[in-house]
Antibody, heavy 121, light 113 residues
Framework: EVQLVQSGAEVKKPGESLRISCEGS????????ISWVRQMPGKGLEWMGR????????NYSPSFQGHVTISADKSTNTAYLQWSSLKASDTAMYYCARHGVAGKPNYFDFWGQGTPVTVSS | DIVMTQSPDSLAVSLGERATINCQSSQSVLYSSNNKNYLAWYQQKPGQPPKLLIY???TRESGVPDRFSGSGSRTDFTLTISSLQAEDVAVYYC?????????FGQGTKLEIK
């Protein structure tokens, strides 16, 4: 059974750093890209960027480029999303999602349960 | 960026009736080399992650009830629920994966009338 299990809720202060995780299981982790998607409170879905776990190549939405970093550790089947300096506007639910066809850009067939991040002074 | 626009923003339909949600992209998402539309539909219920319903504009994901169907090509797409069930109350999103940044519609909230 394919599963993406994300790390738990985070409460941080502005300016702090953070890394959240997404562990894949039940499939070949290096064969499928992983994307991260933001959902701000009461709002829609925004694609942030994606990574190919086989070589850690990543690309980002211009809206998020330079503010977050996506990485992956194929030894632990885990993808990461990290911030070096959080802002209050980063308060949101963050989802990881698997691309549906190995090695290709496409739809998201499996999603993590989400990691809520709250940034408040 | 490709802008995805859904209509309506919200919709109330009686149980057993048809629900139709539209999605328009600001440019074609039809890839000529394989004749596939790079368009997906997702369902999101409160407190849950999105769930894939339809991909390639009209292919139903495994396990999705056949009352859900997708149609359209190039820039205009439709998600149809043929006979609304109570468990279909959710927000529905279209998404293009033709080019990055992948973009979603703003969502359509479906309720029971």
């Amino acid at each position: 059974e394919v599963q993406l299990v994300q790390s738990g809720a985070e409460v941080k202060k502005p300016g702090e750093s953070l890394r959240i995780s997404c562990e894949g299981s039940g499939y070949s982790f290096t064969s499928y890209w992983i994307s991260w998607v933001r959902q701000m409170p009461g709002k829609g879905l925004e694609w942030m960027g994606r990574i190919d776990p086989s070589d850690s190549y990543s690309n980002y939405s211009p809206s998020f480029q330079g503010h977050v970093t996506i990485s992956a550790d194929k030894s632990t089947n885990t993808a990461y999303l990290q911030w070096s300096s959080l802002k209050a506007s980063d308060t949101a639910m963050y989802y990881c999602a698997r691309h549906g066809v190995a090695g290709k850009p496409n739809y998201f067939d499996f999603w993590g349960q989400g990691t809520p991040v709250t940034v408040s002074s | 960026d490709i802008v995805m626009t859904q209509s309506p923003d919200s919709l109330a339909v009686s149980l057993g009736e048809r629900a139709t949600i539209n999605c328009q992209s600001s440019q074609s998402v039809l890839y000529s080399s394989n004749n596939k539309n790079y368009l997906a539909w997702y369902q999101q219920k409160p407190g849950q992650p999105p769930k894939l319903l339809i991909y390639w504009a009209s292919t139903r994901e495994s396990g999705v009830p056949d009352r859900f169907s997708g149609s359209g090509s190039r820039t205009d797409f439709t998600l149809t629920i043929s006979s609304l069930q109570a468990e279909d109350v959710a927000v529905y999103y279209c998404q293009q994966y033709y080019s990055t940044p992948y973009t979603f519609g703003q969502g359509t909230k479906l309720e029971i009338k």
